[in-house]
């Protein structure tokens, strides 16, 4: 019997970084992960790497029987697929800034290099791969879940921002350089709030896990009336207790849905205009309040189409509920490449 | 020597329909039109059809020597590809007022067979082929004009309206329904001006020759000071006057381009988060005023673009600066479905 193939999916988000051992069906043979909020600076970027590669060597380790790697897929937040780095990320590595709190840029641009890093502990591997962390989803969705035979659709993916990947023809769009489907930073309010990427007003400082506990200080600044939210501090703070006092009926949380349903909806409105997809496909933390999200966006949507699109498009959440299928996009990109 | 093979090329407008006999070389061979907008109502549009029918005929009938005609392609406003119809057209035929003004809706939706009704004036054509309009200039861009090449560009066409094309990975979206390409009707003003299409505040209110002209008395409104655009009545007023005004120095007339470049500008720059297209071709009336279009929205859109892709993207006049682009587009929908 020959070696077992595996490839590794690794998907960084602003917080955690998870790791899977992925077989050529598409099975999860072991779940890892590490911290990235635990490296938040330029100069943390370096340690960030070994541990990020001591943890795939672990897992590796930690699997039964004679096995080959055929590679690392790699999603990440303002990934260049082209390039294999990691270009000005707005919540990751604080690059332009040191631990003194000195304001700087680096001379190389505000790039993490991570298919070359991870390579130098890895040389064997032939193929280490990254992409952007919603387009690896949207690859995952696309071969597992609810995009599969879908020619036209949209992933949004709420986690720390908003990532999102878009097929159609089939096919996801790149773009020319390799930088398409940055939704979450599409401007949806004029001189809004201030964003990670330097603008102002983007769709993920409204809609995110970030974005909507920034809405529910909005809120609790805008109404009066008592709210269990009121005892707790920005910094204390998380997107989860909001889904926990509107479950309890709470009208500061409740108004806070609303409101990042409302500004969610005219943005996938917008969308429409541009691809007119069959489905949008929504993932990540803040998918899993579920109707509390998505009544008030579904509403809002339908508002804010132009006739001839009404009623005809879905919003629902992914059919997979955990990160898996990041993982699992991410690891994809090896089997593709081998594929070619 | 065989016969000379022909196709017949239309672009409805909201004004003026034009129609072209084009060879398979691109050539445009005879040129012709009628008025759109002679026919304002519902109840006319049986004669419109007849009109166009009869100067499609006079047209060929005046061609030199002999010919064979291959089909008929047609660019219209909110053409459903797949269906061969008009969709409830915001700027053609008012589908929901009868000429005594009374408001109604026709029983079969607001909708225009134009496939089948042209077809019964030429039952010996195999094709009658009906897109979108800004599709077909998109189409008839990629093939003869700045698209050439391209792999990912987008096409906004300034007419009574705006629209759009959208080309990723070498193919024109046509989304799930044959409805992608609606960009003038995303939303860029929240409860902002009322637009035909029923909702308010989307794009083309502000960019279009409707929308620039709207802009203008705005202007009129919001400045003090002498403009020769204070002498003329809304009725009277078509944009050509704006563009006159501001070469002359005009100041509300110079204000009015700013604001539409800076509108523009902020809703290409929305684009870019989806498609990262290597360019934008601006096409139609209005972007014939050049400069004073287009170094405002250049400005407004780098402005607002996310840093990733600031500088990277042009925003250029189609190098064919008459409507043959809309003709040649449409009429290559007949070559298309040949090759097929």
């Given at each position: 019997m020959g070696k077992k193939v595996v490839a590794i999916g690794v998907d960084i988000g602003g917080i955690n970084s998870a790791i899977g051992i992925i077989d050529q069906t598409g099975a999860l043979l072991k779940e890892s992960g590490i911290s990235t909020?635990?490296?938040?600076?330029y100069e943390d970027y370096p340690a960030y790497i070994a541990a990020l590669s001591s943890a795939i060597k672990e897992a590796l380790a930690s699997l039964e029987g004679d096995y080959e790697v055929a590679g690392i897929g790699i999603g990440a937040p303002n990934a260049n697929y082209r390039k294999g780095r990691i270009e000005r990320p707005a919540n990751l590595w604080k690059a332009n800034i040191d631990k003194d709190g000195t304001a700087r840029e680096p001379a190389e641009g505000w790039c993490f290099e991570l298919c070359h890093d991870l390579g130098e502990y890895f040389p064997e591997l032939k193929h280490i791969i990254l992409t952007n962390d919603a387009d690896a989803a949207t690859i995952g969705e696309l071969m597992f879940?609810?995009?599969?035979?879908?020619?036209d659709f949209v992933m949004v993916t709420l986690g720390t921002g908003l990532g999102s990947g878009f097929v159609a023809n089939g096919e996801l769009i790149t773009g020319h350089d390799g930088f398409?489907?940055?939704?979450?930073?599409?401007?949806?309010?004029?001189?809004?709030r201030e964003c990670g990427c330097g603008k102002r007003g983007c769709l993920e400082c409204y809609v995110s896990a970030t974005g909507i506990k920034r809405t529910a200080f909005e809120m609790m600044a805008t109404l009066r009336g008592e709210s269990p939210?009121?005892?707790?501090?920005y910094n204390d703070f998380d997107s989860a207790m909001i889904s926990k006092a509107a479950a309890a009926g709470d009208r500061v949380a409740l108004e806070t849905f609303r409101v990042t349903g409302e500004v969610l909806g005219c943005a996938l409105a917008n969308v429409v205009t541009i691809c007119s997809p069959e489905k949008f496909v929504i993932f990540g933390?803040?998918?899993?309040?579920g109707e509390l999200l998505f009544a008030p966006t579904r509403e809002s949507f339908e508002a804010n189409l132009t006739p001839i699109y009404k009623g005809k498009i879905k919003i629902e959440p992914s059919?997979?509920?955990?990160r898996n299928i990041a993982i699992l996009g991410a690891a994809s990109l090896v089997w593709r490449a081998i594929d070619k």
């Open positions: 909020k635990a490296y938040p600076y879940g609810a995009g599969k035979g879908c020619s398409a489907g940055e939704l979450g930073h599409s401007i949806v309010v004029n001189g809004g939210l009121r005892n707790i501090s933390g803040l998918a899993k309040a059919a997979i509920t955990n």
